[in-house]
Nanobody, 123 residues
Framework: QVQLVESGGGLVSAGGSLRLSCGAS????????VGWFRQAPGKEREFVAA????????GYADFAKGRFTISRNNAENTVYLQMNNVESEDTAVYYC????????????????WGQGTQVTVSS
């Protein structure tokens, strides 16, 4: 099911910053945990970060800790991924996904998905 939409991707220089957004027009995200995943060409989809329904609990992949921050604004029905100090290895298509209330770290546990936004880091 494709019910979410990602935005904010683009071309960024290594060491720079980017903020991705995830929203939905037919889904109240305040009821859902939201995760960010990414997939580079030739690689498996991997977990990046997740936030529970209220924003009170977050989790990060090891490569994201200290560089990426996930947050949400339920009044705006939007979840963000702030990416700082990006590296060439961060180049991938980034997806957001949603599931009821609590976070999980596996893509198979998420019911709703967006179509992705491309992030390309130049060196």
């Amino acid at each position: 099911q494709v019910q979410l939409v990602e935005s904010g991707g683009g071309l960024v220089s290594a060491g720079g910053s980017l903020r991705l957004s995830c929203g939905a027009s037919a889904l109240d995200l305040s009821r859902y945990a939201v995760g960010w995943f990414r997939q580079a060409p030739g690689k498996e989809r991997e977990f990046v970060a997740a936030i529970n329904w209220s924003g009170g609990s977050t989790g990060y992949a090891d490569f994201a800790k200290g560089r990426f921050t996930i947050s949400r604004n339920n009044a705006e029905n939007t979840v963000y991924l702030q990416m700082n100090n990006v590296e060439s290895e961060d180049t991938a298509v980034y997806y957001c996904a949603a599931r009821q209330y609590n976070t999980r770290n596996y893509a198979r546990d998420y019911e709703y998905w967006g179509q992705g936004t491309q992030v390309t880091v130049s060196s």
